[in-house]
């Protein structure tokens, strides 16, 4: 007699984000890895709560703007059973420099023999790099100060790091005369900056 076989599957696949950005990131691209606890499923990837759409394993996202987002993936496997609960993955794009500022420093010209800089920028978590004349840059904190000067005009320069990695290229600097020459500056790690 003829026969015929076939097979029910009701079991939805699970879905796997396996890498992804990180959570704060400055880069305005991402790529996504995915897996399924089923072979030969095809996924569907919503961006930002836009409509699901199929989507290969690996995705990539390309000209985000900044600010969070969002990417739902959903395995389908060969019965159609979709993943009711799809994996998801939020970060947060930030590809804007901050600016950085010199809030206060020495009155000019002085015979002052200490210069005490308190720093600004328009971003809240920020690390600072600064310089004094043609030094090089070094990691510095808010405020920095530097004593023992001799006569003299004198240039402080500082730039402000984000959480993200972007880096101010436009540094504040402060210029003024006095008795000013770097022979101990404090609130400095001992380690080097990259120069800019």
Known sequence: PATYTWVIDTAAPDTTIVTGPASLTKLTTATFDFSSDEGGVTYECSLDAGSYAPCTDPVTYTSLTD??????????????????SPASQT???????????????????????????????????????????????????????????????????????????????????????GTALMALLTNYPIALAPGM
């Open 67 to 84: 600010g969070s987002h969002m990417l739902l993936v959903r395995a389908v496997d060969a019965a159609g059973n979709k993943d009711a």
């Open 91 to 177: 970060w947060t794009v930030d590809s804007t420099a901050p600016d950085t500022f010199v809030v206060t420093g020495p009155a000019g010209p002085t015979k002052v023999t200490n210069a005490t800089f308190d720093l600004g920028s328009n971003e809240s978590d920020v690390t600072y790099s600064c310089k004094l004349d043609a030094g090089a840059y070094m990691p510095c904190a808010d405020p920095v100060t530097f004593t023992s000067f001799v006569e003299g005009t004198h240039t402080f320069s500082v730039y402000a790091t984000d959480a993200a990695g972007n880096v101010d290229l436009t540094p504040a600097v402060y210029t003024w005369t």
